[in-house]
C-alpha cells in the first residue's frame, strides 16, 4: 500500500462548484499533514495546514480523521485560479514528508 | 528576500557526464533537502541535511551525491549522468522537523534532461 493515495483526478469543475478532495496515509505514526499546491510547471507551495479539529482559511477547509487515516480538503465557490495539482503530504516524523502523487483540478469558466 | 534560488534552471547533458545542481537559501533555516519529481511518480527525497555539515540520504539516493559546506548552500551532485536521472529537482528548506516548523519552502525547480 502507498505510503499516501490521492484520487489523481482530473476533476472538472465549473466556476462556483464545492469540489473535495480526498487523501489517505498509512503511517498511523504521522504527525501532521499538510496540503501543498503544485501550479504546472512550478514549485509546490504550502497551501494549508492540516489540524486535528479541522481548519479553515477562506474558501478552503481541511479535514483530518486520525482514526481513519484520512485527509481531505475542500474548496468552496471554485474560481479559475484554483486551477492546480493539489498534493496531500505528511510528516512521519523526523526530517522527511511523504508526498502524495496529486489530484489535479481544472476550474472551468 | 529571494527564498530558495536553484540554479540552472535547465540542462541537457548526455550519458556519462556530470553536473552539480547548486540550491540557496536566505531564510537561515538549518534543513535543506533534495528531491526529484517524475511524471506518475510524485515527489520522492533524494537527499536531505540537518545542518551545516551534514548530510543524510533519502528515499532515492542512488548515483547523488550532496554537500552541506555552508547553511545557505546545498548542492546535488550527479558523477555520472543516465537517462534514468531525467527529472525535474526541487532543492526545499525548512526551519525545524515538527509540525508547522517542517512547512518547507522550494525553490522553482531545475530541469535535467540526459540524452
Known amino acids: 500500500r502507498k505510503e499516501v493515495e490521492q484520487d489523481p483526478g482530473p476533476f472538472n469543475v465549473p466556476e462556483g462548484a464545492t469540489v473535495a478532495f480526498n487523501c489517505t496515509y498509512s503511517n498511523s505514526a504521522s504527525q501532521s499533514f499538510f496540503w501543498y499546491r503544485q501550479d504546472c510547471r512550478k514549485e509546490p507551495k504550502l497551501l494549508m495546514s492540516v489540524y486535528s479539529s479541522g481548519n479553515e482559511d477562506g474558501r478552503f477547509t481541511a479535514q483530518l480523521n486520525r482514526a481513519s487515516q484520512y485527509i481531505s480538503l475542500l474548496i468552496r465557490d471554485s474560481k479559475l485560479s484554483d486551477s492546480a495539482t493539489y498534493l496531500c503530504v505528511v510528516n512521519v516524523g523526523g526530517t522527511a514528508l511523504i508526498f502524495g502523487k496529486g489530484t489535479t483540478l481544472s476550474v472551468s469558466s | 528576500n529571494a527564498g530558495v534560488t536553484q540554479t540552472p534552471k535547465f540542462r541537457v547533458l548526455k550519458t556519462g557526464q556530470s553536473m552539480t545542481l547548486l540550491c540557496a537559501q536566505d531564510?537561515?533555516?538549518?534543513?535543506m533537502y533534495w528531491y526529484r519529481q517524475d511524471p506518475g511518480m510524485g515527489l520522492r527525497l533524494i537527499h536531505y541535511?540537518?545542518?551545516?555539515?551534514?548530510?543524510a540520504k533519502g528515499e532515492v539516493p542512488d548515483g547523488y551525491n550532496v554537500s552541506r559546506l555552508k547553511k545557505q548552500n546545498f548542492l546535488l551532485g550527479l558523477e555520472s549522468a543516465a537517462p534514468s536521472q531525467t527529472s525535474v529537482y526541487f532543492c526545499?528548506?525548512?526551519?525545524?522537523?515538527?509540525?508547522?516548523?517542517?512547512?518547507?519552502?522550494f525553490g522553482p525547480g531545475t530541469r535535467l534532461t540526459v540524452l
Open positions: 526545499a528548506s525548512s526551519y525545524g522537523t515538527s509540525g508547522r516548523l517542517n512547512t518547507q519552502y
Open positions: 541535511s540537518v545542518g551545516e555539515g551534514t548530510t
Open positions: 531564510m537561515n533555516h538549518e534543513y
